[in-house]
């Protein structure tokens, strides 16, 4: 079946603009999780999703940064006012249930803010 | 809080050789952890998983692993690599009881023939 899907795969941007990063999870997963890829940073954790409500926002890394959920499917990440530090891969993951193990991921969106 | 340690950032080794991927964590309560794979431009993928019982785990593509809860290491092995294994490798744990996943630095393996 489908994996997990994300748009677009790639973005460009100038600094001080919004961004809207989507993500549509396997059919049926009712656990979403957002994750940044940077090279400063790597790999981290920034919300997850239990159906639409986010039950863990710590990772989110300042209030320019915000998400939502609609119909327990698609998730959409916003970045308000964005800065060069916010280039990065965004990655998104679903699973089954919030207690499945195992976290599917998509392909990424890369972000660029020049 | 939880941290996962990748110690070797590169792994270089010929085709047909053993490699093994080191992986060290930290946490006082019970964890679970994971092995991801991470092909270039594309997203990660589930190698293998140690959630309780067995310490040596299996996973896909002939990759196992095995948890050491003493040394808190849970390090990543294949018998024999091939080209196709280059990629870059990512250690990941999430304690119980929490649902995201803390990741490791990454290590990248350079298989060459």
């Known amino acids: 079946g489908a994996g997990v899907s994300q748009s677009p795969s790639n973005k460009v941007t100038e600094k001080g603009k919004d961004v809207e990063l989507r993500c549509d999870p396997i059919s049926g997963h009712t656990a979403l999780y957002w994750y940044r890829q940077s090279l400063g940073q790597g790999l981290e954790f920034l919300i997850y999703f239990q159906g639409n409500s986010a039950p863990d926002k710590s990772g989110l890394p300042s209030d320019r940064f915000s998400a939502e959920r609609t119909g327990g499917s698609v998730s959409t990440l916003t970045i308000q006012r964005t800065q060069q530090e916010d280039s990065a891969v965004y990655l998104c993951?679903?699973?089954?249930?919030?207690?499945?193990?195992?976290?599917?991921f998509g392909p990424g969106t890369r972000l660029t803010v020049t | 809080a939880q941290s996962v340690t990748q110690l070797d950032s590169q792994v270089p080794v010929f085709e047909e050789a053993p490699v093994e991927l080191r992986c060290n964590y930290s946490s006082s309560v019970s964890v679970y952890l994971f092995w991801y794979v991470q092909y270039p431009n594309q997203g990660l993928q589930l190698l293998l998983k140690y959630l309780s019982g067995s310490t040596l785990v299996k996973g896909i593509n002939g990759f196992e692993a095995e948890f050491n809860k003493s040394q808190t290491s849970f390090h990543l092995r294949k018998p024999s690599v091939h080209i196709s294994d280059t990629a870059e490798y990512f250690c990941a744990v999430r304690t119980a009881g929490f649902q995201k996943l803390v990741f490791g630095t990454g290590t990248r393996l350079l298989v060459s023939p």
């Open positions: 993951a679903s699973s089954l249930e919030v207690a499945a193990y195992e976290q599917y």
